[in-house]
């Protein structure tokens, strides 16, 4: 199972990387309410899949309940049923900034019964840390991050470069990845 035949987070299928699609018509676009952190804002997911691998049951997108106390901004949880493979869970996440210590979050984020005890799943979001603190800790549940380098884009580049941190990754379960990068 390759991930990227299943959900677009990465590149379409048979478009060259660093190219936009000239057409989404193979994916079907959703985006299920709203999260209410109690900060300012508001979280929005939305999501692209490919209709003739995968179907969604609308009425099982939610955010996870029991992380509403320990979380600003709970993951968002929604499960892919593949045609030829067993479902998938994926939770997407958006955690605190760096200043207001999204340590405690992924710590949260970890203990959670719901993420602890999730088979086949993807957790992908912004984690606000470097993979060397969230590593450890989503390892220890059973999850295996995939990115490797910087994510975050400086607002000036710099020596050439844009890139500055490693805060988004995702994370799997229970899969296994032909490939992922940025």
Same mark, same amino acid.
């Given at each position: ?6 959900? &677009?987070?990465? /590149?379409?299928?048979?478009? *060259?990387?660093? /190219? ?5 018509? &193979? &994916? ?7 999260? #209410?952190? *109690?900060? =300012?804002?508001?979280? #929005?997911? @939305? ?9 969604? +049951?609308? %009425?099982?997108?939610?955010?996870? %309940? ?16 593949? $045609? ?12 605190? *900034? $760096?200043? $207001?210590?999204?340590? #405690? ?10 993420? !602890?005890?999730?088979? #086949?799943?993807? =957790? ?13 800790? =989503?390892? @220890? ?19 050439? $470069?844009? !890139?500055?941190?490693?805060?988004? +990754?995702?994370? /799997? ?6 490939? !992922?990068?940025?």
């Amino acid at each position: 199972l390759r991930l990227k035949s299943v959900i &677009c987070l990465y /590149t379409w299928s048979g478009v *060259p990387q660093n /190219t936009a699609p000239a057409s989404i018509n &193979c &994916c079907v676009v959703a985006s299920f309410g709203a999260t #209410r952190p *109690p900060s =300012l804002g508001v979280e #929005r997911y @939305a999501y692209l899949w490919k209709k003739h691998v995968a179907a969604v +049951n609308r %009425d099982d997108a939610r955010l996870i %309940d029991e992380l509403k106390h320990q979380m600003d901004r709970e993951p968002y949880a929604l499960s892919f049923s593949l $045609k030829q493979h067993p479902a998938v869970e994926l939770y997407t996440l958006h955690a605190v *900034p $760096k200043d $207001k210590q999204p340590i #405690r979050e992924v710590r949260a984020l970890a203990a959670s019964h719901e993420i !602890a005890n999730a088979s #086949r799943a993807i =957790l992908a979001g912004d984690f606000n840390l470097a993979p060397k603190s969230t590593d450890p800790l =989503l390892s @220890a549940v059973g999850f295996t991050g995939h990115i490797a380098q910087p994510t975050s884009l400086n607002s000036v580049v710099r020596n050439g $470069k844009y !890139a500055s941190r490693q805060y988004d +990754n995702i994370y /799997t379960k229970d899969m296994t990845i032909c490939t !992922a990068g940025v």
